[in-house]
């Protein structure tokens, strides 16, 4: 599949779960972890969400994310996350206290 025929795609949130702040963002991304010739062009979609602390956005520990193959799939994707931001959020605080 040609992905870089795909439809360009960013988009962005903000949204408050009980007084913090997170930052949720879908886009088309570039795969650079190639270790083979045979990896140039690939895209995917990717959507992180990024906490807020002291002011500023977290970008080096994203919260959650999660890469998709298809335009389509990275809308709803976006679209999921946004809505179960509450959940996204307990469930990744819950399942990072049991490892750290």
């Not at 979609?45 to 799939?73: C, W």
């Amino acid at each position: 599949m040609n992905h870089s025929i795909d439809q360009d795609l960013e988009l962005k949130d903000i949204v408050a779960v009980d007084g913090e702040k997170f930052f949720i963002s879908t886009i088309k991304m570039e795969v650079r972890h190639s270790w083979l010739n045979q990896h140039e062009n690939v895209f995917v979609y990717e959507t992180m969400i990024f906490e807020k602390a002291s002011g500023k956005v977290q970008y080096e520990k994203p919260v959650f994310n999660r890469r998709y193959t298809s335009y389509e799939e990275a809308l709803d994707g976006h679209k999921h996350s946004v809505a179960n931001i509450k959940n996204i959020i307990k469930h990744t605080r819950e399942c990072r206290a049991k490892i750290y």
